[in-house]
């Protein structure tokens, strides 16, 4: 079975301070894995996603993530906060099918001016 | 390109009425899910539509069922609505299956039942 563990529910930095949302998973496989962000009222947004190839992945807005299969960890980070970062963040992992998708229970970022 | 559209934004039911839900997305995707989001707890996956015609049970799919009679239309349906449901729904599509397709998310409805 698949499953994700977001290990902080609020996380408070700094603005121009760097950013780290840790995400656990566990998978029978090798995964498929998604960090989205949430905006308040909206929709959740595709930050990055790791598919097997190179284990640092770079996203949108200066994000990034190293998968590490020996700690089964996806931790998310940023080199500096912005005001704009403020949001709920999501690690995901789909199954082997890819029509099935693990939602972690999110991490609420917010950023101190 | 609109993405996926949900309607409607906002709506408040009482307890045992009806409603649908309608999503809609214009990028030919295959695959399309509803889940409901609540404080604490993530997204649930209520059910989900890998082609026209075919629907299937996610994790919380009792009190709620689903059409998907056009590919780019996926609806949910709460026949008789309890104050447990009151949650923000969001759809989702889905280019195809397979290892690292993406979902796409609509902007949720927010639903309450009193």
């Known amino acids: 079975a698949q499953s994700v563990t977001q290990l902080d529910s609020h996380v408070s930095v700094s603005e121009g301070t760097p950013v780290l949302l840790r995400c656990n998973y566990s998978?029978?496989?090798?995964?498929?894995l998604f960090w989205y962000v949430q905006h308040p009222n909206k929709g959740l947004q595709l930050l990055l996603k790791?598919?097997?190839?190179?284990?640092l992945v770079k996203g949108i807005n200066g994000f990034e993530a190293e998968f590490k299969k020996s700690e089964t960890s996806f931790h998310l980070t940023k080199p500096s906060a912005h005001m704009s970062d403020a949001a709920e963040y999501f690690c995901?992992?789909?199954?082997?099918?890819?029509?099935?998708?693990?939602f972690g229970t999110g991490t609420s970022l917010t950023v101190i001016p | 390109n609109a993405g996926v559209t949900q309607t409607p934004k906002f709506r408040v039911l009482k307890t045992g009425q009806s409603m649908t839900l309608l999503c809609a997305q214009d990028?030919?995707?295959?695959?399309m899910y509803w889940y409901r989001q609540d404080p604490g707890m993530g997204l649930r996956l209520i059910h989900y539509?890998?082609?026209?015609?075919?629907?299937a049970k996610g994790e919380v799919p009792d009190g709620y069922n689903v059409s998907r009679l056009k590919k780019q239309n996926f609806l949910l349906g709460l026949e008789s609505a309890a104050p447990s449901q009151t949650s923000v729904y969001f759809c989702?599509?889905?280019?195809?299956?397979?290892?690292?397709?993406?979902?796409?998310f609509g902007n949720g409805t927010r639903l309450t039942v009193t």
């Open positions: 989702a599509s889905e280019r195809t299956g397979g290892e690292g397709s993406p979902l796409h």
């Open positions: 790791y598919t097997s190839a190179a284990t």
């Open positions: 995901v992992v789909s199954d082997q099918s890819g029509n099935q998708f693990y």
């Open positions: 998978s029978s496989y090798s995964p498929s």
């Open positions: 990028m030919n995707h295959e695959y």
């Open positions: 539509s890998v082609g026209e015609g075919t629907t």
